[in-house]
């Protein structure tokens, strides 16, 4: 035992002597391993921090972005004749959203209206410094990957590619007061507001645009012998003849032809959009002498139900003459008929309109499944209703003269009240109305005002431009706003 003790602390005293020499020879060698060691160590939990830091500010950075697009997508859906308004809103948004985020060198993220108004994107970068990857040659990292030189884009969608259903009607004013000019002015804005409205691509969502253009009536055509009230006993309906007697205001016979204009209904749905069948509209009797019939005509220009057709649209629009006074209450009764799906037995096919109910549906990106929307422009007062299919006793002598006057106020009353009541009832059905005013005048700029869904949707153009611009503002208004990119 003795023996094998005295061996083994041999051994431990060789391994200690082996040990302390190698140490003395390997000493510098493993200093700088170590040393190397410890440096990688720290860039490696450098790199991590830096990592960490980037990732933090470029998930800031791209929701700082989409909620700049959005937000200049939706200055541009509300006045899209003001793109420098529509970057100055993104500009700001972005500043906004980015404030709290860790500073950045070299930011050069910018944004731009693009797709002809209809979008807002961003492009550009901003950058990370790196202060610890900086040792190993990196002094900053980019917050976008500089392969995508445009990283976010907010699009407006208007009508099917929008995500929604749309059903627009244009109650145009094609009066007297209308001509030249102005109703130039009024085709181009109308046709630039179909254009935007109504996409090509109608296979999952539709866009469909209805006219109602109207004067001393709405010129209802074929439709004319479904919704028309009973021609009084007597009547000759064959092609010019003219044999409804009345009265006038001067205590004299006088005989008009039967037109295709509708005039308003009158009763206890008055300001209603029941069927036809329920309650008819009233006839239209147009004046029979060459002077009445110039001051008011059936419009030559005919009630168009909803269509996606662009160029019949636009067809119809450049096909208007201005003539006659302004029963607006008729064009906007119209308009809310197009609308209607009490009118389905009328409207029928692709012009049928959809259900109410359709407007309270949510689609799949959280809009109502279906907007239902009139338009209603003038350029004057509303000055004109009938009593029995004939111009009425109580509408102005500066209109129509005496002689051509029915001996009976209208049983409505004056054109611009029925109109208001018309609105008020169309707004509960869940319609809403945009007006625009054309070098109106104060009162009846006052009447459109409380027509109208609310003040954003009131337009007042004093020039041609500014009536296209109006018309443009309420197409993208129509619209859907999305992040695409």
């Given at each position: 035992m003795h023996k094998k003790a005295k061996g083994q602390g041999k051994r431990r005293a060789s391994i200690k002597r082996y040990v302390a020499e190698f140490a003395k020879a390997s000493g510098g060698s493993a200093a700088i391993v170590f040393s190397l060691s410890a440096v990688v160590l720290m860039i490696a939990i450098g790199a991590a921090v830096d990592m960490g830091r980037w990732l933090h500010a470029r998930q800031q950075t791209v929701s700082a972005v989409d909620a700049a697009v959005l937000a200049g997508g939706r200055a541009l859906q509300v006045n899209g004749a003001d793109a420098a308004a529509a970057l100055e809103a993104a500009d700001k948004y972005y500043r906004q959203n980015a404030s709290s985020r860790l500073a950045v060198i070299d930011d050069t993220i910018a944004f731009s209206v693009s797709d002809d108004g209809m979008a807002i994107t961003a492009a550009g970068n901003a950058y990370i410094a790196t202060p610890f990857l900086k040792f190993a040659n990196v002094e900053k990292l980019p917050?976008?990957?500089?392969?995508?030189?445009?990283?976010?884009?907010?699009?407006?969608?208007?009508?099917?590619?929008?995500?929604?259903?749309?059903?627009?009607?244009?109650?145009?004013?094609?009066?007297?007061?209308?001509?030249?000019?102005?109703?130039?002015?009024?085709?181009a804005a109308a046709k630039d507001l179909i254009d935007i409205v109504v996409w090509e691509d109608q296979s999952e969502y539709y866009a469909k645009v209805a006219l109602a253009p109207y004067a001393a009536g709405v010129n209802v055509a074929s439709y004319a012998n479904t919704v028309r009230g009973t021609i009084p006993s007597g009547t000759d309906t064959s092609p010019g003849r003219r044999n409804y007697k009345f009265t006038n205001t001067l205590g004299k016979q006088k005989t008009f032809p039967i037109s295709t204009c509708a005039t308003e209904r009158t009763g206890p749905q008055a300001y209603t959009d029941v069927s036809p069948d329920t309650?008819?509209?009233?006839?239209?009797?147009?004046?029979?002498?060459?002077?009445?019939?110039?001051?008011?005509?059936?419009?030559?220009?005919?009630?168009?139900?909803?269509?996606?057709?662009?160029?019949?649209?636009?067809?119809?629009?450049?096909?208007y003459v201005a003539n006659g006074p302004t029963a607006g209450h008729i064009g906007l009764a119209w308009g809310w008929y197009t609308l209607s799906p009490n009118w389905s037995g009328v409207f029928t096919g692709s012009s049928t309109p959809a259900s109410y109910g359709k407007l309270t549906e949510t689609g799949p990106r959280g809009y109502p499944l279906l907007k239902k929307i009139a338009v209603l422009m003038t350029d004057g007062e509303f000055n004109i209703a009938y009593c029995n299919g004939v111009v009425s006793?109580?509408?102005?002598?500066?209109?129509?003269?005496?002689?051509?006057?029915?001996?009976?106020?209208?049983?409505?009353?004056?054109?611009?009240?029925?109109?208001?009541?018309?609105c008020e009832a169309m707004k509960s059905a869940g319609i809403t109305i945009y007006t625009v005013g054309f070098q109106a005048g104060q009162a009846a700029n006052d009447m459109l005002s409380a027509c109208a869904t609310d003040a954003t949707k009131v337009y007042v153009a004093e020039n041609g431009d500014q009536l296209r611009d109006s018309f443009r503002d309420i197409a993208l208004q129509l619209s859907s706003l999305y992040i695409s990119k």
């Open positions: 917050l976008i990957p500089p392969s995508r030189s445009e990283f976010s884009k907010a699009e407006i969608a208007v009508g099917g590619n929008g995500g929604q259903n749309v059903e627009v009607s244009l109650i145009l004013d094609i009066t007297t007061s209308m001509y030249g000019e102005k109703l130039t002015a009024l085709k309650a008819k509209v009233g006839l239209n009797y147009a004046a029979s002498n060459n002077e009445a019939q110039m001051k008011f005509p059936c419009p030559s220009a005919q009630l168009m139900p909803l269509t996606s057709d662009k160029t019949a649209l636009k067809s119809a629009i450049d096909g006793k109580d509408t102005g002598i500066n209109v129509i003269s005496g002689s051509d006057r029915i001996n009976c106020n209208a049983p409505n009353g004056r054109s611009d009240a029925q109109a208001l009541k018309l």
